[in-house]
Each structure stands twice: as C-alpha cells, then as structure tokens.
C-alpha cells in the first residue's frame, strides 16, 4: 500500500517560475523526506522535516508540514533546466521495535523548460 | 568515499535463472535495505537489514533471498527470475537507528525474457 501520494503527477514550467509539489499520506509519521531522482540515476536526498515542524528551508527549496491534514508541499523557488527530475516524498514510519521503514510515493515528475 | 555501490548496472536473464546483485556501502551504515522501482509504482521496499545477521521482509520479498554477513555487504538473491521481476533495483543505506536520509545506489537495471 502507497503511503505517501504525490501531486501532481507531472508538472511543466518555464524557467525563474517557482515550483510546487504535494505530498499527502495515510498514517502518523516520525518525520517526511524529499528526495530528487535525475533520469537513469538513484535518488539523492534533499530535505528531512519532522513531525514536530511546520517549515524548513534549504537553499531554494521550502518545505511544509501539516500533520492534521497529512500533508507536505515541497517548494523550488527560482528553477532552473538542471531541476528537471522526478520528486518523490517518502515517509518514515514505525516497523517495529526502535526501526523505521520509509514508504516512497510515486513521484512528481517536473521538467523545467529553458 | 564511494558511498553505496551496486553491480551489475545492467542484466538480462532468461526465466528462471538465478541472480545475485551486489550491493556494498562504505560508509559503516547499521542499515542497508532494497527497493525496487516500476514505472507508475513508485519504490517498493523488497528485504530490509538493520545490523550483520539480521535481515528483514519488506513489501514485496516473495521471489528474493537476501544474507548480511559484513556491515559493508548486503546482497540481493532472485531464486528462480520471472518477467515480472524487470525493475530497477536500488540499494541504500543509512545510519541506525537513525531515521535519517537513505544514501542510494545509481540502481541496477534488471531485464528478464
């Protein structure tokens, strides 16, 4: 089962324009993670926000947290052609004992066009 | 610092071979786990390892074997491959019990016919 669902599936936009991305989940989570994934490569992590947070922020990137509403928006100001990848918000959840699983939805994919 | 490595990039098997992907990290992560990858399906976690000799099942294992003899080590096993184990495969790890970011492999891209 899918615990976190990204929206939209696909986004376009043009260069300097600001980018936004949903994330919405099931289940009481420990923290949501935003990773990046450039075609034909592995995932690389961008920004961890916790439960007990509402906002963060990373260079351009913003990240928002609304437990009561299960969800978190993931904001690229300024974009840029090499943003260009597919998104994915993962969940970190409890599998037992002190350990964690993440749970990865299935991805926003945006292309920035120059 | 390599990071998590993972061989082969690219397989092609017949039905019902039987595979081992390698995957090594060197940077002493407790957990190292495998997902696999499908279009419009997101990563599915398949086994899962929080420590040497311990191993756990993911969401999907039916199919796939795994061991954990070294920290560095956590290979994954396809018994008896079926077309519909064509996926990328990821390996990664993290520190534990840290709940922190998972570190990925660039995925190896497994075909079966």
């Known amino acids: 089962s899918q615990q976190g669902e990204e929206d939209p599936q696909a986004l376009s936009i043009q260069e300097g324009e600001n980018a936004t991305m949903n994330c919405s989940y099931k289940?009481?989570?420990?923290?949501l993670q935003w990773y990046r994934q450039n075609s034909g490569r592995g995932l690389v992590h961008l920004i961890l926000?916790?439960?007990?947070?509402r906002e963060k922020h990373s260079g351009r990137l913003r990240v928002t947290l609304d437990t009561s509403k299960k969800s978190s928006s993931l904001l690229i100001t300024a974009s840029r052609a090499a943003d260009t990848a597919s998104y994915f918000c993962?969940?970190?959840?409890?599998?037992?004992?002190?350990?964690?699983?993440?749970?990865f939805g299935k991805g926003t994919l945006l292309t920035v066009n120059p | 610092n390599a990071g998590v490595t993972q061989t082969p990039k690219f397989q092609v098997l017949k039905t019902g071979q039987s595979m081992t992907l390698q995957c090594a990290q060197d940077?002493?992560?407790?957990?190292m786990s495998w997902y696999r990858q499908d279009p419009g399906m997101g990563l599915r976690l398949i086994h899962y390892?929080?420590?040497?000799?311990?191993?756990d099942q993911g969401e999907v294992p039916n199919g796939y074997n795994v061991s954990r003899s070294t920290t560095e080590d956590f290979p994954l096993r396809l018994l008896s491959a079926a077309p519909s184990q064509t996926s990328v495969y990821f390996c990664?790890?993290?520190?534990?019990?840290?709940?922190?970011?998972?570190?990925f492999g660039e995925g190896s891209r497994l075909t079966v016919l």
């Open positions: 940077m002493n992560h407790e957990y």
């Open positions: 289940t009481s989570i420990n923290n």
């Open positions: 990664a790890s993290r520190e534990q019990p840290n709940t922190g970011e998972l570190f």
């Open positions: 993962a969940t970190a959840t409890r599998s037992g004992g002190s350990n964690y699983k993440l749970t």
């Open positions: 390892s929080v420590g040497a000799g311990i191993t």
């Open positions: 926000i916790r439960s007990n947070e």
